[in-house]
């Protein structure tokens, strides 16, 4: 059994971790698109055009891996988490159907607008889809992170015979971290969408392209981005509060206490020992954390100690934790000095640009540690308090679990370097592409297929 | 306020619903991904070009059939899921292969948009086969037989020649010329080999199966079961017929192979239904055994009878937007 159970959780923990990817980047990409189509409509500048047709065309390549990793989980939930269906379906049931109902069609249906309809649609129209996309992928995060939220706070539910019953809809989707975590994973998406416009576009600028559509992505992504990172550390905080109050033992492990004390400091770096229930090789700066989580240099915080048999493994939540934190700083800088050099109208040097290049994906780096910290933070249960995790697997042969497992890893790594390869290959073919004439755009309502460009190759 | 006792049926119904709205859409575009020619690249794009507003959200019909199995008939969801491990993600894999390489065959060089081709044939084609064995197991009841593994492999093929036949299909309502000349051609073969099928499954079926044999000769259920096969053949007779005739001038009548298809689709899978309800998992369990919650059911309910309604209109909206013979596939 604990081979199927170990087995079940890599594969799913693999599957989760690759469908992330892609709605990160889709969630935050639909509003981006949406906002440079808008832009179009009003200045009727060509450029934002560009800009549009390069990047609804990532998009589309995202959102299908994102869909077809997705359907991927619809079914494992049945096969792997027997259990958890049987315990909390009830309540998972609905809101995932929701999803399905109010988002996957909405967002599916208008795609298939927004990439093929701009010749026979009104150009409001086809406005319109794209909103209506970026409306669909919001709306989707919204159910899925309900859900999510709900089995880290469970609550308007009561236990009939060892099955969650609902009592109160708008206690189960509004449960007390829903608030806090959907904020923080939709930025969490503007920022990787926008680090990977503005890397992508630097790549462009690097590669020789002096056209204006990737100078102008790059500086809407690196302001947009500036704005967002504030914002996120601020809710960051805000949601970390918000799980000292209802998970400590995830805090605990995050920071590393082992046990409950006044003034406690922050640990930088330290390796813990779980085993000896201690940290090695600590750096720390007195009473921060204190600071941090009370508010108070003196306050008091809760140790792992308090939770003995109860609390998640301690290092990957220590560690996943100050990678995300690590990262973010890092945004912050980068965002930060770029828009200083832009408003300032000083062109940017080789350093920045390569500074920029190589964040592209670090929205990927932080959404998935920060994500391991809050699902591995859950454990042992699925359900906080409610359903463990080791209660839910499957029975299935572990040699099945193996043969699927293996399956999908190798099609995953496969499709994730594929998807590596082609983002740069288009970056590098839109800098070859000759810039069509504004004026010859311009006299027509729609944009007409030109003569020299085919499918997939204008910039 | 809808009693207790109907949510399932309900339910059984919008399930039944998905099932056969995701059978006729995803089934015609994985059927023009089995028929993806790799001789001739501009018949390729053209007839990738004839699903690719539409591909994404056919398939988002399957995973409403899931969701619906896996929120109404929890316990089912289960049992089918677990019996059909295997193959389940063999037709996984075959989706994920092929939607993306729908996507990067547009994106990448030449060289590599061949094989990207034909990924996208072979991920459509383990697609197809892997949903009719799955079929054809749950049929049997996910029985450990050698007539149970038998009957599963013919229905793999059955299933995969019908989405054949409606992709053809689909491919002489959207296409012209040389193409369509082609679909025809292929639309004529599907159509007798699905002959073959549905009538080879009318005589197995009952034969290596009990439940069914029951429900096949049991009043009233028997009448309406002996027109089933009828109708179905003479619908099969008169597709043929109108295959021979086609193309007409003006390409009058060029949606009519697709709609008889569709007919005969509806038909087989009432027949198919009917034969287990009130069963979700054929001789083991009932909407009733499975079915969650009716405050649960009762709240996802009320959601999907005004969200359906809204779905099926932009869906015609964008058939809409489509409508007619297919241009080149542009990126915008």
């Known amino acids: 059994m604990a081979d199927v159970f170990l087995l079940s959780r890599l594969q799913f923990a693999t599957n989760i971790s690759f469908h992330i990817l892609f709605p990160s980047i889709s969630i935050a990409l639909g509003w981006f698109l949406f906002y440079f189509k808008v832009r179009f409509n009003i200045s009727r500048h060509p450029v934002w055009m560009r800009i549009y047709r390069f990047w609804v065309k990532v998009f589309a390549l995202t959102f299908a891996l994102g869909v077809v990793s997705g359907i991927t989980m619809s079914f494992q939930f049945g096969t792997n988490w027997p259990g958890y269906m049987e315990t909390v379906g009830n309540i998972a049931g609905p809101l995932l159907g929701y999803e399905v109902l109010t988002a996957f069609f909405l967002e599916a249906t208008f795609l298939g607008v927004m990439l093929f309809g701009i010749h026979r649609v009104p150009s409001w129209l086809h406005t319109l889809a794209t909103l209506l996309v970026a409306v669909g992928t919001t709306i989707s995060a919204f159910w899925i992170i309900a859900l999510n939220s709900w089995m880290q706070t469970p609550a308007g539910y009561e236990m009939r015979d060892g099955v969650a019953h609902a009592l109160d809809w708008w206690a189960i989707i509004f449960n007390p971290s829903f608030p806090y975590r959907l904020t923080h994973v939709l930025l969490a998406s503007g920022l990787t969408a926008s680090f990977l416009i503005a890397g992508i576009s630097a790549y462009r600028i690097v590669r020789g392209d002096n056209k204006k559509a990737p100078r102008l992505a790059l500086k809407t992504a690196v302001f947009v981005a500036a704005i967002l990172v504030p914002l996120q550390i601020f809710v960051g905080d805000l949601h970390g509060l918000n799980t000292l109050e209802n998970q400590p033992q995830k805090v605990a492990a995050m920071e590393g206490i082992w046990d409950t004390q006044k003034g406690v400091p922050l640990l930088l770096f330290a390796v813990p020992d779980e085993k000896n229930r201690t940290n090695h090789f600590e750096l720390a700066i007195p009473n921060i954390t204190s600071i941090i989580l009370t508010h108070d240099p003196d306050g008091e915080v809760q140790g792992l100690n308090d939770f003995i048999g109860e609390h998640p493994p301690v290092a990957p939540l220590f560690y996943g934790f100050r990678i995300m934190i690590g990262t973010g700083m890092l945004m912050l800088i980068i965002a930060w000095f770029t828009s200083f050099k832009l408003i300032r109208n000083q062109p940017l040097s080789k350093g920045v640009l390569y500074s920029l290049i190589g964040m592209s994906f670090s929205g990927w780096i932080a959404t998935l540690a920060g994500w391991y910290v809050t699902e591995i933070g859950r454990q042992p249960y699925l359900v906080s308090g409610l359903l463990k995790t080791s209660d839910a697997v499957t029975d299935i042969a572990p040699e099945n679990v193996m043969f699927t497992f293996i399956l999908y890893l190798s099609v995953y790594v496969g499709l994730l370097i594929a998807y590596l390869h082609t983002l740069f290959l288009m970056a590098r073919r839109a800098v070859e592409i000759e810039e069509i004439q504004p004026e010859e755009r311009l006299q027509q309502k729609h944009f007409p297929k030109t003569p020299n460009t085919t499918a997939g190759e204008l910039s | ?332």
Not at chain 2, 66 to 74: D, K, M, N, Q, S
Not at chain 2, 108 to 130: D, E, M, P, T, Y
Not at chain 2, 142 to 168: H, K, N, P, Q, R
């Open chain 2, 1 to 332: 306020m809808i009693a207790d006792a109907n949510l399932p049926v309900i339910f059984a119904g919008l399930m039944a619903l998905s099932v056969i709205v995701y059978a006729i859409l995803d089934g015609y575009d994985l059927g023009v991904g089995i028929l993806l020619p790799l001789n001739n690249d501009q018949q390729a794009d053209q007839m990738i070009a004839s699903i690719g507003p539409f591909w994404d959200a056919n398939e988002t019909w399957l995973v409403l059939a899931v969701g619906l199995l896996l929120i109404a008939f929890p316990s089912a969801h289960n049992v089918i899921l677990k019996a059909l491990y295997i193959p389940s993600a063999i037709m996984l894999v075959g989706l994920i292969l092929r939607g993306v390489a729908f996507d990067f065959r547009a994106k990448v060089a030449q060289v590599n948009k061949h094989r990207w081709n034909q990924i996208f044939k072979l991920g459509s084609c383990i697609a197809s086969a892997s949903q009719g064995y799955m079929l054809g197991s749950f049929v049997m009841g996910f029985e450990d037989s050698f007539m149970a593994y038998a009957f599963a492999a013919l229905s793999a093929l059955g299933v995969t020649c019908a989405y054949s036949l409606i992709g053809s299909t689909w491919l002489i309502l959207k296409t012209s010329d040389d193409l369509q000349l082609r679909a025809i051609k292929w639309a004529k073969l599907t159509g007798k080999i699905s002959f073959v099928g549905i009538l080879s499954v009318c005589i197995m079926n009952p034969l290596i199966n009990q439940l069914v044999f029951e429900r096949w000769t049991t009043p009233p259920f028997a009448y309406f079961m002996a027109i089933v096969p009828f109708v179905c053949f003479t619908l099969l007779f008169i597709g043929n017929l109108v295959l021979k005739q086609l193309p007409l001038k003006d390409d009058s009548g060029c949606w009519l192979p697709f709609l008889i298809t569709v007919v005969v689709y509806v038909f087989c899978f009432c027949g198919l239904a009917f034969s287990f309800y009130p069963y979700v998992v054929p001789g083991k369990l009932t909407i009733w055994d499975a079915a969650s919650a009716p405050e649960s059911l009762r709240f996802i309910l009320y959601g999907a009878l005004i969200v359906i309604p809204c779905i099926l209109a932009y869906t015609v909206f964008s058939y809409r937007v489509f409508w007619g013979k297919v241009e080149d596939l542009r990126y915008y």
